[in-house]
């Protein structure tokens, strides 16, 4: 079954960019890659999602390459207000699987 | 548009009691998903209905189980509570299709149950 690996936890400074990277060796070929933003005592909130090559909305960019064993979530100019948890998810046939997670810290 | 709701936000229960948890999606999905949540073991699925049926089911044992109304309002049921069932409990929504687990939607969180067992 597929898994996702995450860092444990990040720092950044404010108005860096940020880059958090999920390790899936065993992605499926149905999977896509979705990532979700997680502040305390909240649900999970959709950020970006995408299959391969790379996918940008308004705030995120997601960078798969082609073998798909990996994807790095990109956060341009990280600001206080984007502490929070962000996970790594597999949409798929039968696979719901949400990485352990990643702690990102801004600091001022 | 209504969020995801969830009811009751907190809820205390002894061992070996029974808990039901409810959840009213957003108007017009179809998908329902619950997450339990804890510390040590983070987000896991456990399991998603669509249509009334449970599509897709985690690694949970039997005493979780859950139901899917067909006004797409879903309800968790949790027999002879552990201590270890304490956690966050989470329902998600999403269109979904009929073509499968999720269909690739984006889910949309409720805040949340949490159930603390004593």
């Known amino acids: 079954l597929a898994k996702t690996t995450q860092p444990i936890s990040m720092d950044s400074y404010e108005g860096q960019e940020v880059n958090i990277t999920c390790s899936h060796n065993?992605?499926?070929?149905?999977?896509?890659i979705t990532w979700y933003q997680q502040f305390p005592s909240q649900g999970p909130r959709f950020i970006i999602q995408?299959?391969?090559t790379k996918v940008t909305n308004e705030v995120a960019s997601l960078f798969i390459p082609a073998d798909r064993k990996s994807s790095t979530l990109s956060l341009p100019r990280v600001s206080l207000s984007d502490t929070a948890v962000y996970y790594c998810?597999?949409?798929?046939?039968?696979?719901?699987?949400f990485g352990t997670g990643t702690r990102l810290t801004v600091i001022p | 548009k209504a969020g995801v709701t969830q009811t009751p936000r907190y809820l205390i229960k002894t061992r070996g009691q029974q808990v039901t948890l409810s959840c009213s999606p957003i108007?017009?999905?179809?998908?329902v998903s619950w997450y339990q949540q804890t510390p040590g073991q983070g987000l896991q699925f456990l399991f998603e209905?669509?249509?009334?049926?449970?599509?897709n089911k985690g690694n949970f044992p039997g005493r979780f189980s859950g139901r899917q109304f067909s006004n797409s309002r879903s309800e968790m049921n949790v027999s002879t509570l552990e201590l270890g069932d304490s956690a966050l409990y989470l329902c998600?929504?999403?269109?979904?299709?009929?073509?499968?687990?999720?269909?690739?939607?984006?889910?949309?969180f409720g805040p949340g149950t949490r159930l603390t067992v004593l």
């Open positions: 065993n992605i499926a070929t149905n999977d896509y």
């Open positions: 995408g299959y391969k």
């Open positions: 998600a929504s999403s269109p979904g299709t009929s073509g499968g687990v999720s269909s690739y939607n984006e889910q949309f």
């Open positions: 209905y669509f249509s009334e049926t449970q599509r």
């Open positions: 108007s017009g999905h179809r998908s």
């Open positions: 998810l597999l949409y798929g046939a039968n696979n719901l699987f």
